[in-house]
């Protein structure tokens, strides 16, 4: 089955500063990759997703990009904010699949 | 408001006793799923559920049980099969059971076994 690993597992920012979290998969079959942002005590909310189709995709300060041949992905926060600290969640799936593959999440902290 | 409600927010349990956490949603999703957060783990596939009355297990089924006789509706029994049950629980729902599309999560139940 699909292996997704995420990196860093917790990173520390300046207010201001940008975020990189990246992502590897296994099945160069998947082409969906969603993020997601969990706050404290909450469930998980998509912030931002790519398809297989695209190399990039922006909203705002956040950035997605894909690497398919690397099999890769990243997510970009430009000029960070307090309220981006939260943890992360990268994911792939299969159009065609049913159930989403998740990596082990990045702790993210933005210092004022 | 649209959305998937998970109760109670806080569960304790006794070893050796089965417990069941509920999750609705009135999005009229068809899939609905169970995932399981450890810290430093992410999340792990509980159950799943595309249809009504049709779930099948997902990576770590063992020590649980799911019904869904409702389109609204997925609970989740973690029985005294579980060893570790201690953990965050979150269920998800999404418009069809298949990927390339966004899974709306409830808030979680965390279980604490005592």
């Known amino acids: 089955g699909e292996n997704v690993e995420q990196h860093p597992s917790t990173l520390s920012v300046q207010e201001g500063d940008s975020a990189v979290i990246k992502c590897t998969y296994s099945d160069s079959a998947s082409n969906y990759f969603p993020w997601y942002k969990q706050e404290l005590g909450k469930g998980p909310q998509l912030i931002i997703d790519i398809r297989s189709n695209v190399g990039e995709k922006k909203d705002q300060r956040i950035a997605v990009t894909l690497n398919k041949t690397a099999k890769h992905f990243s997510l970009h926060i430009t000029e960070t904010q307090p309220e981006d600290s939260a943890v992360y969640f990268c994911?792939?799936?299969?159009?065609?699949?049913?159930?989403?593959?998740f990596g082990t999440g990045t702790s993210l902290t933005v210092i004022p | 408001d649209g959305g998937i409600t998970q109760s109670p927010k806080y569960l304790f349990r006794k070893e050796g006793q089965n417990v069941t956490l509920s999750c609705e949603q009135n999005l009229n999703h068809d899939a609905m799923y169970w995932y399981r957060q450890d810290p430093g783990q992410g999340l792990r596939l509980i159950y799943y559920?595309?249809?009504?009355?049709?779930?099948q297990k997902g990576d770590i089924a063992e020590g649980y049980s799911v019904s869904r006789e409702k389109k609204e509706s997925f609970p989740l029994t973690v029985t005294s099969a579980q060893k570790n049950p201690t953990a965050f629980y979150l269920c998800a729902s999404t418009t069809q059971g298949l990927g390339e599309t966004e899974a709306f999560f409830g808030q979680g139940t965390r279980l604490t076994v005592v």
């Open positions: 559920s595309q249809i009504v009355n049709d779930f």
């Open positions: 994911a792939a799936s299969l159009a065609a699949g049913n159930q989403f593959y």
